[in-house]
Structure formats: structure tokens, C-alpha cells
């Protein structure tokens, strides 16, 4: 089945740092969507791209749909303690019986030192 | 519209038992997907429905689990009998054909003893 590699798995930082985590896929998507989850909840749509080599900003986040179709990026830049919690990187497939379901990453636990 | 709503959010229960999850999906999404969430696994693809047939139910661990759409406004999620190893976060997320943004419900914590 479809794997996707999500990395760093967790990442300690200062408050006013920029972060990047990234995610790879063996195989291709027609969507990459990027998803935050905070403790005791249920993940939240953070960004969604739909076209190869699409870069998207969502505030200080920045997310980038790669060329390949295989692997996508999610930059924060200048970090608030609120930032904290768990991310996401998912891929879905537009066509056939597989509309709407999500492939995820492991995910990269954030955590941003006040 | 309140969201997807699971219940119940927290579930302590011995080895052996039934346990039902439920959840109510936000009003008109045609696709329901229940997800599993474990600290090893991270979050994995039970099974999903479709206007309330199921599409694909390959993530289903064992014959222990089954889960039903009786109708558009409410589905579960049963395990019988519950084992340790099924203690895991599970969550219930509804989508609109056409649309790209899965809501998730806030989950329901399963501790299995």
C-alpha cells in the first residue's frame, strides 16, 4: 500500500524560530494536505494543494505540493508558543473507489520553548 | 452545524468486553472514515463509507471489529470481544463529495484493562 515518510519525527525549537518538516510518498498523489493536531483533539486542516509544484502560504505557514507528486513541504516561520502539537502530512487520491481517503505521516511532534 | 461528534470520549473497559463507538457525522458529507491512532501506528484507515456502504474496509485489524452506517446521521464502530492491544485513540472524520477538507470528531479514547 501507499507509505508516506514524514520527518523530523519531533522537533524542540525557540519561540521566533522557523521550522520545516517534510514528507515523502512511494507513490504518487493528487493531493497533499497538511494537518495540525493539539493535544486531547482530533486533527485540523492546516493547508491543502492540489497541483505539482503548487506553493501555498496559510498565514506564517508555507506548504509546497512537489513536482514529482511525491513528497510535499510545510514551513512556520517565527514560532509562537501556540504552534505546539502534533503535524501532519497526508495525501489523497481524487479518482475511483479511493475518493477521500487520506494516506498520513507518522507526524512531527512540535514542541516551541517560550 | 456542531461538527462530528463521537461519543463517548473516554472508555475504560475489561478484556472480553463489547465496545461500541459512535459517531455523528457533520450533516450532508457523504463520506464517513474511522481512523485508529496509537502512539506505534500513528493514525491508520479503518474503513470508510460512501452514502452509508462500505467502500473499503482493508484496515480492519480482525473479525473482532465491525462498524456500521445504518443511516446518514449516525455510524459505529464495535469490537468484540475487546483485547490490550485495541486501547488506541479512534476517531471518526466526515468529508463532502467535491470537497478536500476532512473534519474529524474529537475522538474517543479506548482503554482496554
Known amino acids: 500500500g501507499q507509505q508516506l515518510n514524514q520527518s523530523p519525527q519531533s522537533m524542540f525549537i525557540q519561540e521566533g524560530e522557523d521550522v520545516s518538516m517534510n514528507c515523502t510518498s512511494s507513490s504518487i498523489f493528487n493531493t497533499w494536505l497538511w494537518y495540525k493536531q493539539d493535544p486531547g483533539e482530533g486533527p485540523v486542516l492546516l493547508i491543502a494543494l492540489y497541483k505539482a509544484g503548487e506553493l501555498t502560504s496559510n498565514g506564517r505557514l508555507t506548504a509546497q505540493f512537489g513536482i514529482t507528486r511525491k513528497d510535499s513541504f510545510l514551513n512556520i516561520s517565527a514560532s509562537i508558543p501556540s504552534d505546539v502539537g502534533i503535524y501532519f502530512c497526508?495525501?489523497?487520491?481524487?479518482?475511483?473507489?479511493?475518493?477521500?481517503?487520506?494516506?498520513f505521516g507518522q507526524g512531527t511532534i512540535l514542541t516551541v520553548h517560550p | 452545524d456542531a461538527g462530528v461528534i463521537q461519543s463517548p470520549r473516554h472508555e475504560v473497559t475489561e478484556m472480553g468486553q463489547e465496545v461500541t463507538l459512535r459517531c455523528k457525522p457533520i450533516?450532508?458529507?457523504?463520506?464517513l472514515f474511522w481512523y485508529r491512532q496509537t502512539m506505534m501506528r500513528g493514525l491508520e484507515l479503518l474503513i470508510y463509507f460512501n452514502n452509508n456502504v462500505p467502500i473499503d474496509d482493508s484496515g480492519m485489524p480482525e473479525d473482532r471489529f465491525s462498524a456500521k452506517m445504518p443511516n446518514a446521521s449516525f455510524s459505529t464502530l464495535k469490537i468484540q470481544p475487546s483485547e490490550p492491544r485495541d486501547s488506541a485513540v479512534y476517531f471518526c472524520a466526515t468529508l463532502d463529495r467535491g470537497g478536500t477538507e476532512a473534519f474529524f470528531g474529537q475522538g474517543t479514547r479506548l482503554t482496554v484493562v
Open positions: 450533516s450532508g458529507h457523504d463520506y
Open positions: 497526508a495525501g489523497q487520491n481524487a479518482g475511483g473507489t479511493s475518493y477521500g481517503k487520506l494516506t
